[in-house]
C-alpha cells in the first residue's frame, strides 16, 4: 500500500488529514519534536500540539518533555491493529446485515407490502402454504412451480385443496406433459400465455409479482380478507375458467368444491332439471361464525341472473348472488360462497355424491 492509500485508510479510520499525516510522519521518524512533526507532515505548527493529544487520546502515539521539548513516538501498533480490526469487523457485519434486509424483508403488519425482490415473494408464499388449511390457487410458469414444488407437495399431502394453473408461451406448451401434477395439485389447467406469479392461501393472502420487464421487478404481499377478494376474481376469470382442465381426479367419484360458484355452474343444469344431488357442506354459520357441517340434498339454485335454457350458468351470470339450497333433517339451508351474507352457511368444502344417472355430467374435484 503507498502513502496516499496508507493515508486515506487512516481516514477512513476515523482521522482527519493532520491526524493522519502527523501520524505518518510519527512513523517514519519514530521519536521527533512536535515542531519537526509539524513542519514534515505540513501541519501547522498552531495546530500540531492539538493534532498530536487526538492522537494520544485514540492510543496512536505518546508523548512527553524532552529538552523542554513535547515529544512523540508512537505507540506499538497492536493496539491500533485491534481498534481497525474491530473497526472492520464491525463494517462487515453491518453490510451483512443491510443485504440480508435487502433480501428478505420483513412483512409489517399493513395490509399490503411492496417488496422489490421476487424471491421475497417466493419466500413469503412458502411460509404462507406451510400453514394453509383449506385452500391454495397459484398460477406460475414451469420455472416457478419448480421454487415452489415442495410447498405444494406438502399442502396436497396434508389435504389442502390445490388449484394450479400452468402458465407458458407459445413456444413450451410441451413442458406441461412432462409434469407430474398428482403430488402438486388436487386441480390443474393450463394457460397458453405468460401470466404474473399469482397464489392466494386460505382466501387471505395474496402473492402477486409481474415480473413483466427487467425494471419492473416488484411483488405484492396482502394480507387481508377483501383485497385478496379481487385477486381470487382475477384468478378465477383470467388464470383458471377459461382454460382446460390438464389434471383432474378420475370422474365417478365424489367430487369436492371449494368454490360454490364453480360448484353451481357444474350443477346448474342438473338441478335446474329437478334432481337433486346428495351433497355434504363445510363451513361456518354467517351468524354466530361457528362451524358447521351438514349432509343432505341440494335442491335449488338460487343465482342472480337467470339461468341458460339448458339450465345452466356462466361465471357472469353468478356474478351477483349464487345460493345452493340445501335440505337437510327437514330443514332448509341457504349455502354461499366466499363473503356470504344472504346465506346461512358460508362454504369452505362442498362435496358431493351424484346420482349414478349422472356421474358422466359431474366429474372430479375443483
Known amino acids: 500500500m503507498n502513502e496516499d492509500d496508507l493515508r486515506s485508510g487512516l481516514q477512513e479510520a476515523g482521522l482527519s488529514q493532520y491526524e493522519a499525516d502527523a501520524y505518518l510522519a510519527i512513523l517514519e521518524r519514530g521519536t521527533a519534536p512536535a515542531v519537526k512533526i509539524a513542519e514534515q507532515a505540513g501541519v ?53 446485515a443491510i443485504e440480508e434486509r435487502w433480501e428478505q424483508p420483513e412483512i409489517s403488519d399493513h395490509k399490503i407490502s411492496i417488496v422489490k425482490r421476487f424471491d421475497s415473494v417466493i419466500e413469503q408464499f412458502q411460509i404462507a402454504a406451510e400453514a394453509a388449511t383449506n385452500r391454495i390457487q397459484i398460477a406460475v410458469s414451469p420455472s416457478q412451480l419448480e421454487a415452489v414444488r415442495p410447498s405444494l407437495e406438502d399442502a396436497v399431502e396434508r389435504g389442502v385443496f390445490v388449484k394450479l394453473c400452468i402458465a407458458t408461451g407459445f413456444e413450451e ?58 385477486f381470487h376474481w382475477y384468478f378465477q376469470s383470467a388464470l383458471w375458467g377459461t382454460w382446460q382442465p390438464v389434471y383432474a381426479p378420475a370422474a365417478g367419484t365424489k367430487r369436492e368444491y371449494v368454490d360454490v360458484r364453480e ?104
Open 173 to 230: 406448451p410441451h413442458v406441461v406433459e412432462e409434469i407430474d401434477f398428482e403430488s402438486v395439485a388436487t386441480e390443474a389447467r393450463h394457460r397458453t400465455l405468460p401470466a404474473p406469479f399469482t397464489a392466494l392461501v386460505d382466501r387471505t393472502h395474496t402473492f402477486f409479482s409481474s415480473q413483466s420487464h427487467p425494471s419492473d421487478q416488484y411483488g405484492i404481499i396482502i394480507d387481508d380478507f377483501t383485497l385478496s377478494y379481487v
Open 263 to 366: 360448484c353451481v355452474q357444474d350443477i346448474a343444469p342438473i338441478v335446474n332439471a329437478g334432481t337433486a344431488i346428495p351433497a355434504t357442506v363445510r363451513g361456518f354459520d354467517t351468524q354466530t361464525g361457528e362451524n358447521v357441517s351438514l349432509s343432505g340434498e341440494i335442491t335449488e339454485i338460487i343465482s342472480a341472473g337467470r339461468p341458460d335454457e339448458d339450465g345452466a350458468l356462466t361465471l357472469t351470470q353468478l356474478a351477483g348472488q349464487a345460493t345452493l339450497v340445501l335440505e337437510s333433517d327437514g330443514l332448509e339451508y341457504g349455502i354461499g360462497g366466499r363473503g356470504a351474507t344472504l346465506e346461512d352457511i358460508e362454504a369452505t368444502r362442498v362435496v358431493i355424491d351424484p346420482p349414478e344417472s349422472i356421474d358422466g355430467d359431474v366429474g372430479g374435484e375443483t
Open 44 to 96: 501547522p505548527k498552531s495546530r500540531i500540539y492539538d493534532v498530536l493529544r487526538d492522537l494520544e487520546r485514540d492510543n496512536y502515539i505518546e508523548t512527553f518533555e524532552q529538552d523542554s521539548a513535547l515529544t512523540a513516538q508512537p505507540r506499538d501498533p497492536a493496539d491500533v491493529m485491534a481498534d481497525l480490526e474491530e473497526r472492520a469487523k464491525t463494517l462487515s457485519t453491518t453490510a451483512k
